[in-house]
């Protein structure tokens, strides 16, 4: 048999090229299209098998070298004629018995990363004889016709631009609840999914609902609000590479082409549960001025463990919980069935078996270290959002997200499904909440420990707690509280007296209740400041059912 692989590389910097949600949604849109639809057509155009197409990585098999040749110069030149600014790595074609043997002894794998490491792509220079796409302000432009405006039919647009507004929009057809999920990307099937759960009986909904290509289109052009603000959701899963390299070890390639095609069925359905849980029909506003329905979402990036997601900010706490909740579901199902290849048990009897077997043959040539079955850890993931105006350049809320996920992760130790965010100002003006300290990241599920063993609560516990006290403490009184909180540098004492002063009096009794509450105590009944902080800053985001 006859094999390539191929990898793209920094990913993030070619979906930041330009700060408009329909262009990182589109070109979101685009690779993945390359990935698992085009690609795979020019390889069976060339009587070849995909093994694996999703996650920015793609792998492929062929009965004869020419076969296997041409189908990789195919592709090697639809990439950079469709994204000219994406990096990717690709191999040469090799011949082993299977794909197990290309991994183990030839490294192809390996070849890419050193790729990766040595070799970041090619660039595009600038042609001053060219006119400047008005958009990006980066690439040579032509004429299009103008997607926006029908009755202008033509468009200065470069050619990445006009194909991500294009891409952008998802065919309304795959909307339609009676459409297949064959031959859609993943990011497509989850909108399917979401649909055809929802709005099955429902027609007149269907034809007219759109998907944000703005930011500004998560909100209603006829509802006047005094504060329009979104949430930006990023996660990825938990300890997946021990996974990914059993399951590429696989001895049959068909085995491992089934085994990711799971991956991907198991990922649309949590996210679609997610949604559908989150986002039913009650948060649907019918858009007078257009006669349109728009989801208050839009996912951005939704292949492989990734998902980036942005929405109005009253449904962040509740898309958290139900994604966390969605993926406890899946895997209890998962686990129940140890003949389950995505099953932890299963996982940890193969990377036994695979360390058996390479020890007995004496393999030298392993380039990756042997994986143990202590390595197999259970699914979770590690999350960040970002409550901010739409009007905040994504490039400094991805650098945020990125930031807090890898926080997240590493704070709780990957132990379970956990969560780190922040309140972002569109200015870089220092704020005073960088003065007070925050009890996080969180578990989203399970209390955890600090570094003093004292526990913490779970998100799942404050959302609660914040429910409860949206109606106790106004403003003023986080304002006055927060301020102290400043002054005396967050010394938890001298914040509890100043509160028993004011709660003694007859004009704030509301401060009793944090007081006589053990949430905001630890074990030895000392009060908490950076509990009482952290409740501040989740009271600060709306929530779908706050009074207005």
């Known amino acids: 048999m006859y094999y390539f692989a191929l990898q793209y590389s920094a990913i993030q910097k070619t979906l930041l090229r330009h700060d408009r949600l329909w262009s990182m949604s589109g070109i979101s849109q685009i690779m993945a299209c390359m990935n698992e ?88 220079s600038y042609n001053p004889h060219l006119r400047i796409c008005p958009e990006c302000g980066e690439y040579p432009s032509i004429d299009w016709p103008d997607l926006r405006n029908p009755e202008d039919p033509r468009k200065n647009f470069c050619s990445v631009c006009f194909d991500s507004y294009r891409k952008a929009r998802i065919d309304e057809n795959l909307l339609n609840p009676g459409m297949s999920g064959n031959g859609h990307t993943t990011l ?19 034809a007219r609902l759109k998907i944000p290509l703005d930011f500004e289109d998560l909100f209603p052009k006829d509802k006047q609000r005094e504060r329009v603000r979104m949430a930006v959701w990023f996660s990825d899963l938990n300890n997946m590479g021990p996974k990914v390299r059993i399951w590429q070890s696989q001895p049959d390639d068909n085995d491992i082409r089934d085994i990711f095609s799971m991956v991907t069925k198991v990922n649309v359905e949590i996210v679609s549960k997610a ?26 990036v939704a292949g492989g463990d990734d998902l980036r997601i942005v929405m109005a ?46 020890r007995a043959e004496g393999d030298n040539d392993v380039n990756e270290q042997e994986i143990k079955e202590s390595d197999i850890k259970p699914y979770s993931f590690g999350g960040s959002f970002v409550v901010t105006s739409i ?80 109606g106790i403490l106004s403003g003023s009184h986080i304002q006055q509280i927060a301020l102290k909180m400043i002054k005396f540098e967050n010394d938890s004492t001298k914040v509890e007296e100043w509160m028993k002063k004011m709660a003694s ?44």
């Open 37 to 124: 639809i085009e690609m795979p057509s020019i390889v069976g155009r060339h009587s070849g098998t995909v093994i694996v197409a999703g996650g920015g990585k793609f792998t492929a098999r062929f009965g004869n070298p020419k076969d296997a040749e041409d189908a990789r110069k195919e592709i090697i030149k639809l990439i950079p004629t469709t994204l000219p600014m994406l990096e990717f790595q690709v191999s040469k074609v090799i011949v082993a018995a299977n794909i197990k043997k290309i991994a183990k002894k030839d490294g192809v794998f390996e070849s890419l990363n050193k790729q990766k490491r040595y070799f970041r792509g090619y660039g595009v």
């Open 188 to 206: 497509e099937r989850i909108y399917q999914y979401y649909t055809s759960s929802l709005f099955k009986d429902d027609k007149d909904i269907v």
């Open 275 to 300: 949604l559908i849980n989150t986002f039913d029909k009650s948060s649907l506003t019918l858009n007078k001025t257009d006669n349109e329905y728009l989801l208050p979402f839009r996912l951005i």
């Open 313 to 358: 900010e009253e449904y962040i706490f509740d898309f958290i919980l139900n994604l966390s909740s969605a993926v406890h579901e899946k895997v209890r199902k998962i686990e129940g069935d140890q003949s389950n290849p995505l099953s932890v048990t299963w996982l940890q009897k193969a990377a036994k078996k695979k360390a058996e077997e390479e």
């Open 391 to 470: 009007h905040t350049p994504f490039k400094k809320i991805h650098e945020a997200c990125e930031d807090m996920m890898g926080k997240a992760k590493e704070g709780t130790e990957r132990k379970d499904n956990s969560v780190y965010w922040t309140v972002l100002s569109v200015e870089d003006a220092p704020n005073v909440k960088d003065i007070m300290k925050f009890e996080k990241p969180l578990l989203i599920e399970e209390e955890n420990k600090d570094n003093n063993g004292d526990h913490m609560l779970s998100f799942r516990k404050y959302t609660s707690i914040r429910d409860f006290y949206s």
């Open 505 to 548: 009096t007859e004009l704030e009794k509301s401060f009793a209740y944090v007081l006589v509450d053990k949430n905001f105590r630890k074990k030895d009944g000392k009060f908490m400041c950076e509990r009482l902080a952290t409740l501040f800053e989740l009271l600060s985001i709306s929530r779908k059912g706050d009074a207005i």
